[in-house]
């Protein structure tokens, strides 16, 4: 019989996740649950051990610590369902309750001041940044996503992008972040993006350095095949909010953007959902407040229930 500590590293090794999401994995089972459990028979772990585990642990917030347990629990799931435990022990421990972030889009104007901020860049290898960002905010895609999409994706004739890499870690991982692919209709402006991407890939092979040309469609401003890291995105998104003065948002906050001017403008959220990558219901609970904001009272109007009046 293994011990924790062996059961874990093996679903951890045998897992097709991506590499940040397996790091993920490992790090929060090394923090709280690895120097109790590590020499632990899996048999033995009881859910007196874990409540136990639990109280004396530091969590730093309840989204950390509902994190913490659901990651264990799905191992010791996968436990059960190899037949090693017969039962989930962790299943009977309450979770915190969980906390969604409220989702803080740009406006329409907000999203085009940005990219015109960006195109605008006196450095022109920057310039490919500004073609990266205004994809993002038309499409909805994760920088991730963006970041891994190379030019066989593109289907010029049909106007869609398949999506089935993702970058984690510096390293291209030929799977998305759900493990699902998918294929993205493309907007004037996400296509406005890829023409620039284009005449940019025919400048930058006049160039000299090592890597003249790229695959990828979103390649870094300066020597490199493709953009290693999200973070690196940021350097160029920083300044760029604030010399317009605009309240400092991360760049994921694009795929929000466009997740709200979809539904604002009265797209169907099933095909929204199918374009970011989400669930129909992931989708309304994040962006409930958003769905025909703009016409609530007209949807309202539908509802015929007038007074019925009752004969004297």
């Not at 709280?32 to 020499?39: D, E, F, S």
């Not at 984690?168 to 406005?192: I, M, P, S, Y």
């Not at 790229?214 to 953009?227: A, D, H, L, T, Y």
Request: charged content about 20%; hydrophobic content about 40%; aromatic content about 10%.
């Amino acid at each position: 019989m293994p011990t924790f500590g062996e059961y874990a590293q093996l679903w951890l090794d045998s897992r097709e996740i991506t590499a940040g999401t397996r790091m993920n994995y490992k790090s929060t089972l090394n923090l709280y649950w690895v120097p109790h459990l590590a020499l632990v028979r899996i048999d033995l772990v009881t859910s007196t051990l874990l409540r136990r585990i639990v109280a004396v642990s530091k969590w730093t917030s309840p989204a950390v610590k509902r994190n913490a347990m659901v990651k264990l629990s799905t191992i010791l799931r996968s436990a059960v369902m190899d037949g090693l435990i017969s039962r989930n022990p962790a299943e009977s421990i309450q979770l915190p309750a969980r906390t969604r972030k409220e989702v803080d889009p740009f406006t329409l104007e907000e999203a085009n001041a940005i990219i015109a901020q960006l195109y605008a860049h006196k450095h022109w290898p920057s310039q490919i940044y500004a073609a990266f960002f205004e994809f993002m905010f038309f499409t909805g895609l994760r920088l991730s996503e963006g970041l891994a999409l190379r030019w066989d994706t593109f289907d010029e004739a049909k106007r869609t992008i398949h999506v089935r890499r993702t970058i984690a870690l510096g390293v291209v991982e030929e799977r998305t972040k759900t493990g699902r692919d998918r294929f993205v209709l493309l907007n004037e402006r996400a296509l406005h993006a890829l023409e620039f991407a284009r005449q940019y890939a025919e400048r930058r092979k006049l160039g000299k350095g090592q890597f003249t040309e790229s695959p990828f469609i979103f390649p870094p401003g300066k020597n490199g095949e493709f953009v290693k890291q999200t973070s690196d995105v940021h350097h160029q998104w920083r300044p760029a909010l604030k010399a317009l003065d605009v309240r400092y948002r991360p760049p994921y906050n694009c795929r929000h953007t466009y997740a709200t001017i979809c539904l604002m403008s009265g797209l169907n959220p099933a095909f929204i959902a199918q374009q970011l990558g989400h669930s129909v219901q992931m989708l309304l609970s994040t962006y409930a407040r958003w769905i025909n904001s703009a016409s609530d009272w007209q949807e309202l109007e539908k509802l015929q229930i007038g007074p019925k009046l009752v004969p004297g």
